[in-house]
């Protein structure tokens, strides 16, 4: 069965610096995806980016980065020069190819950025 | 302009009544997924459709059903509720073909007393 683990569960930075947020999984299937979500205060869930597993290179969205090392099964999100706003939930999300539609979430990291 | 609303927003409902939670959607996406969020555990997954018709058992389907009668509309009915099921609801839709990533309503918190 596919689960996703995300240990750490607050993080706080300083703003303008970068922040790396774990997230490891596990999965029997040889092709998923991989999602990022961020959950702001007023409650709003925002899909951030994608990795999908057949891509080598790591995949960039703006500020947000990854860094997926699949032979440890781990997807970690980079934040560079951290924001105020982006003071959020963060969670973690896999998908599996050929099982079913389903997508399981990690429990989230809750990110403070710091003036 | 939002592509995944919710309704109600906000719902207060006795033990035992019956609850309907509704989703709309303007994405065009097949698939449609119902969670709850509670402190401590993240998002999971009550229900989900691929298409109009269809429904699926997520990880904690008991207690809930669902209706999905059109490629826009997915409804979360709580047939006898109870105060278990107090938390908040979250619609969301995807693309499969695209990988799944998905979009998600505001929320509906829910209070069953």
């Known amino acids: 069965a596919q689960k996703v683990t995300q240990t750490q569960t607050s993080i706080s930075v300083m703003e303008k610096t970068t922040v790396t947020m774990d997230c490891v999984y596990e999965t029997r299937d040889s092709s998923y995806f991989l999602f990022w979500y961020k959950q702001t205060a007023s409650g709003e869930i925002v899909f951030l980016i994608r990795q999908d597993s057949y891509k080598k290179e790591n995949a960039t969205e703006g500020h947000y980065s990854l860094n997926f090392q699949k032979p440890k099964s781990s997807i970690g999100l980079i934040i560079t020069a951290t924001q105020i706003e982006d003071s959020a939930v963060y969670f973690c999300a896999m998908r599996e190819w050929g099982n079913t539609n389903k997508v399981v979430f990690g429990t989230g990291t809750r990110l403070q950025v710091l003036p | 302009e939002a592509a995944v609303t919710q309704s109600p927003r906000n719902k207060v409902a006795v033990t035992g009544g019956k609850v309907t939670l509704s989703c709309n959607q303007t994405?065009?996406?097949?698939?449609m997924y119902w969670y709850r969020q509670d402190t401590g555990h993240g998002l999971r997954l009550i229900h989900y459709s691929y298409g109009a018709g269809s429904t699926e058992k997520g990880d904690i389907p008991d207690g809930y059903k669902a209706s999905r009668p059109s490629q826009e509309n997915f409804s979360l009915i709580l047939e006898l509720a109870t105060p278990s099921q107090t938390s908040v609801y979250f619609c969301a839709s995807g693309d499969a073909h695209r990988g799944d990533e998905q979009y998600f309503g505001p929320g509906t918190r829910l209070t069953v007393l």
């Open positions: 994405n065009n996406h097949n698939n």
